[in-house]
């Protein structure tokens, strides 16, 4: 007996479970192994230091767990990355907190006796808990030593995987603080990743004011002119082919690393649903970035914000979607106030944002015009959803009805889409209108009269006279 849609879809959600929880049982165990090592180190360096007996003369002498790279998704990473000895401290440091913090109260006890300014860490506010510092890595790994600890600061270099890839951050000191005195953090992604074996998605929220968009339609349900369509393949291309152009081809030094593209053209065309699909022909997450959140009246926050969404964007393969982005991404003005100078400073930041973005990034405006000429001069395509002509809309109403509705014979989409100059997202609202309109008589069949009265109530919305 065939299995139905729901229960293929159970079953495939229950297998999703399952995988993730076995993920996460072999994170675990790994882990359990790794924090025991840790805890010795740590024992171990408090001893060294404060000259006390210790079985061992460098923490060197102490063996790291043996991981089978093909049991764990950690193991898989220590072994990926060919990790250090202080890199993989370095990443122990930063998940302790998170998943066992009374590793580093000997910290707490060892400072009442001795002080904190030998290892570092501060106290959080909220937690109570110890947070390790650069200066704390420099503590367990270097000791004493002063040309181990000049070594470790590359551990936070730009160029450094940690940096590169979005692992580890070190965070900006407090004025006038010593540069290793910041926290160090381990990013949300690799936290998912070393606990529940899966990244989660992010929430949408003030912090993250960006909403994951997805699309019931299918790539083929896309009615477009041939000009948008060829330009659409193109971005498709750079998807493809992009990594194969910077990193194969070595043009990596020549060329942007992402790709901007710029959407216009009257609402209802199809600029969303072709970002949406986008994502999910190519396997993407899509974000639409909600402007009204992300723009604020207080100096400084505009930036913030912007930096929230594309600090985490950086190292995924997101698609981020501005839509409506006329509101901040609009022609920059003459400095007539400090208002004037502040927000032409939003609109630089964000140019330089998008330029250093190793992904995609679309804007969708209704008016290309609208668009500070800053912008489209750095776009790689600048593309056009003009209204649908009459063939394309004729293809739209014969893909917008399922054909668990019957029609009226009488309906004629031809003649339909020649009367009516209407778009997509039009279209759409009728099929909603009038299939209820068919609900209301008990019975599945569209009439014609209900597609004409979903017509004519979109157009009155409009302020369009009808007949």
Same mark, same amino acid.
């Given at each position: 007996?065939?299995?139905?849609?729901?229960?293929?879809?159970?079953?495939?959600?229950?297998?999703?479970?399952?995988?993730?929880?076995?993920?996460?049982?072999?994170?675990?165990?790994?882990l359990?192994?790794?924090?025991?090592?840790?805890?010795?180190?740590?024992?171990?360096? +408090? /001893? &060294? *230091?404060?000259?006390?007996?210790?079985?061992? !003369?460098?923490?060197?002498?102490?063996?790291? #767990?043996?991981?089978?790279?093909?049991?764990?998704?950690?193991?898989?990473?220590?072994?990926?990355?060919?990790?250090?000895?202080?890199?993989?401290?370095?990443?122990?440091?930063?998940?302790?907190?998170h998943?066992?913090?009374?590793?580093?109260?000997?910290?707490?006890?060892?400072g009442?006796?001795?002080?904190?300014?030998?290892?570092?860490?501060?106290?959080?506010?909220?937690?109570?808990?110890?947070?390790?510092?650069?200066?704390?890595?420099?503590?367990?790994?270097?000791?004493?030593?002063?040309?181990?600890?000049?070594?470790? +600061? /590359? &551990? *936070?270099?730009?160029?450094?995987?940690?940096? !590169?890839?979005?692992?580890?951050?070190?965070? #900006?000191?407090?004025d006038?603080?010593?540069?290793?005195?910041?926290?160090?953090?381990?990013?949300d992604?690799?936290?998912?990743?070393?606990?529940?074996?899966?990244?989660?998605?992010?929430?949408?929220?003030?912090?993250?004011?960006?909403?994951?968009?997805?699309?019931?339609?299918?790539?083929?349900?896309?009615?477009?002119?041939?000009?948008?369509?060829?330009?659409?393949?193109?971005?498709?291309?750079?998807?493809?082919?992009?990594?194969?152009?910077?990193?194969?081809?070595?043009?990596?030094d020549?060329?942007?690393?992402?790709?901007?593209? &710029? *959407?216009?053209?009257?609402?209802?065309?199809? !600029?969303?649903?072709?970002?949406?699909?986008?994502?999910?022909?190519?396997?993407?997450?899509?974000?639409?970035?909600?402007?009204?959140?992300?723009?604020?009246?207080?100096?400084?926050?505009?930036?913030?914000?912007?930096?929230?969404?594309?600090?985490?964007?950086?190292?995924?393969?997101?698609?981020?979607?501005f839509?409506?982005?006329?509101?901040?991404?609009?022609?920059?003005?003459?400095?007539n106030?400090?208002?004037?100078?502040?927000?032409n400073?939003?609109?630089?930041?964000?140019?330089q944002?998008?330029?250093?973005?190793?992904?995609?990034?679309?804007?969708?405006?209704n008016?290309?015009?609208?668009?500070?000429?800053?912008?489209?001069?750095?776009?790689?395509?600048?593309?056009?959803?003009?209204?649908?002509?009459?063939?394309?809309?004729?293809?739209?109403?014969?893909?917008?009805?399922?054909k668990?509705?019957?029609?009226?014979?009488?309906?004629?989409?031809?003649?339909?889409?020649?009367?009516?100059?209407?778009?997509?997202?039009?279209?759409?609202?009728?099929?909603?209108?009038?299939?209820?309109?068919?609900?209301?008589?008990?019975?599945?069949?569209?009439?014609?009269?209900?597609?004409?009265?979903?017509?004519?109530?979109?157009?009155?919305?409009?302020?369009?006279?009808?007949?």
């Open positions: 007996m065939a299995l139905s849609y729901s229960e293929i879809a159970m079953d495939a959600k229950t297998n999703m479970r399952r995988m993730v929880t076995e993920k996460a049982k072999h994170n675990a165990s790994h359990e192994l790794e924090l025991a090592w840790f805890e010795e180190l740590l024992t171990s360096r +408090m /001893d &060294l *230091f404060y000259g006390r007996d210790s079985k061992y !003369k460098s923490l060197h002498d102490i063996p790291a #767990p043996a991981l089978d790279a093909k049991k764990s998704l950690y193991a898989s990473f220590v072994d990926h990355y060919q990790l250090s000895f202080a890199e993989q401290i370095a990443i122990l440091l930063s998940l302790v907190p998943i066992r913090p009374q590793l580093l109260d000997i910290f707490l006890e060892e009442r006796n001795m002080g904190f300014s030998e290892f570092g860490g501060v106290i959080g506010q909220r937690s109570g808990l110890f947070l390790p510092t650069g200066e704390t890595l420099i503590f367990i790994v270097a000791g004493k030593n002063l040309d181990a600890r000049f070594q470790l +600061m /590359d &551990l *936070f270099d730009p160029d450094h995987f940690f940096a !590169k890839h979005g692992i580890i951050q070190l965070e #900006p000191s407090p006038g603080e010593p540069a290793m005195s910041g926290t160090i953090n381990l990013s992604e690799y936290l998912d990743y070393f606990t529940s074996g899966y990244i989660r998605k992010p929430d949408f929220n003030m912090n993250f004011p960006a909403k994951l968009i997805t699309s019931p339609l299918e790539w083929d349900d896309l009615v477009l002119n041939q000009r948008t369509w060829d330009q659409i393949d193109e971005i498709r291309n750079w998807i493809k082919y992009g990594h194969v152009l910077l990193h194969e081809w070595e043009l990596g020549k060329l942007h690393r992402g790709y901007r593209t &710029l *959407f216009h053209g009257p609402s209802g065309t199809g !600029k969303t649903a072709t970002a949406a699909l986008l994502g999910k022909v190519t396997d993407r997450d899509v974000y639409r970035v909600d402007l009204s959140m992300v723009i604020s009246k207080y100096i400084g926050e505009t930036e913030k914000n912007l930096s929230n969404i594309f600090d985490r964007a950086e190292h995924r393969r997101w698609i981020l979607f839509d409506e982005s006329d509101a901040l991404f609009g022609r920059r003005t003459e400095i106030s400090a208002h004037d100078r502040f927000a400073q939003e609109v630089s930041y964000l140019l944002r998008i330029e250093n973005f190793n992904g995609l990034v679309i804007l969708a405006s008016m290309k015009g609208n668009i500070d000429d800053a912008f489209t001069r750095r776009f790689e395509s600048i593309i056009h959803f003009p209204l649908p002509k009459a063939a394309e809309r004729q293809k739209i109403w014969e893909k917008a009805f399922t668990a509705k019957s029609l009226d014979e009488k309906i004629d989409f031809e003649s339909i889409a020649e009367k009516y100059e209407v778009t997509g997202a039009i279209i759409k609202n009728v099929v909603h209108y009038s299939s209820l309109k068919a609900l209301s008589r008990n019975s599945d069949q569209i009439m014609l009269a209900d597609i004409e009265g979903g017509i004519r109530k979109e157009l009155r919305k409009e302020g369009k006279m009808v007949a």
